[in-house]
């Protein structure tokens, strides 16, 4: 197959990136800019460090707030910015206080962080997905973790629970998007070096590398699994860890 443009350019891309205030979604914003695409960021909350990246990047055609978890903030979204043919869905939470086993333990963390790592996928995809199934083309690719296959190295039970069922959705979408060339994907990252990992009892010299990822290398993952270099993936999960987990 011989692609009109460069595998990895994302010129002509109308590109979503979700979580684009953390770590991971800055870089993967300012990499997908240099390689062409035309941008719409979003985050929980619009942080001064997103807004200035916005302000210095070419073509960013929207800088929104939006709730992942609220279906009907992610149809708004979706339905002001038409035609979008390419999502990187970074949104996620990972708090470290969920004591399954506490005799008082409640199900509320629990339940938060399945709302924004798998039912915010779910209502990105539901919003997206008709409108790419439609014109025959589109691209996603959610972040997974390597907690969502072995379990975790410092993570909680809710945090593995959710990441596992973001690789088993990627799978369970690709099956309905695959024929109409709506390639899903996603990347399952190691320790990365981001505010969600600083301070949690990491530690690097127990890495394969010896060192934690950075934004960047998942940013580089994310980028390619949109572009049309990707076009013979669907329902892969690429585990981008450093060699922590090799299966």
């Known amino acids: 197959m011989t692609h009109a443009q460069p595998p990895h350019s994302l010129a ?5 990136i979700t979580g684009a205030a ?4 800055l870089a993967t914003a300012r990499l997908c800019a240099g390689l062409g695409a035309e941008l719409i960021l979003t985050d929980l909350h619009i ?9 210095s990047l070419p073509h960013v055609r929207a800088v929104q707030a939006c709730d992942v978890s609220q279906r009907l903030q992610v149809e ?19 708090p470290y206080d969920d004591d399954w086993l506490a005799p008082d333990w409640n199900e509320t963390a629990f339940m938060k962080v399945m709302q924004v790592n798998v039912l915010g996928p779910m209502n990105w995809a539901r919003a997206l997905l008709p409108g790419m199934l439609e014109r025959g083309y589109g691209r996603m690719a959610f972040c997974g973790s390597v907690a969502g296959w072995m379990g975790g ?3 909680g039970a809710h945090y593995a629970a959710s990441k596992g069922g973001v690789h088993a959705l990627v ?3 690709a099956q309905r998007g695959t024929p109409r060339n709506v390639m899903i994907n996603g990347v399952a990252p190691g320790v990365i070096d981001t505010p969600m990992t600083a301070g949690h009892g990491y530690q690097s010299d127990t890495q394969p590398m010896k060192r934690f990822g950075q934004p960047e ?8 699994l949109v572009s ?17 987990l090799m299966r």
């Open 47 to 55: 942080s001064p460090a997103l807004q200035s990246l916005a302000d």
């Open 171 to 173: 799978r369970w979408l």
């Open 76 to 94: 708004a979204l979706v339905n002001a910015h038409p035609e979008i043919s390419a999502l990187i869905d970074t949104a996620g939470i990972c």
């Open 217 to 224: 290398e998942i940013a580089h993952v994310l980028s390619f």
């Open 228 to 244: 049309p270099g990707a076009s013979f993936m669907g329902g892969c999960i690429v585990d981008a860890n450093g060699g922590i």
């Open 12 to 16: 002509g891309t109308r590109l979503l």
């Open 153 to 155: 190295l410092r993570a």
């Open 22 to 25: 953390g770590g991971v979604g």
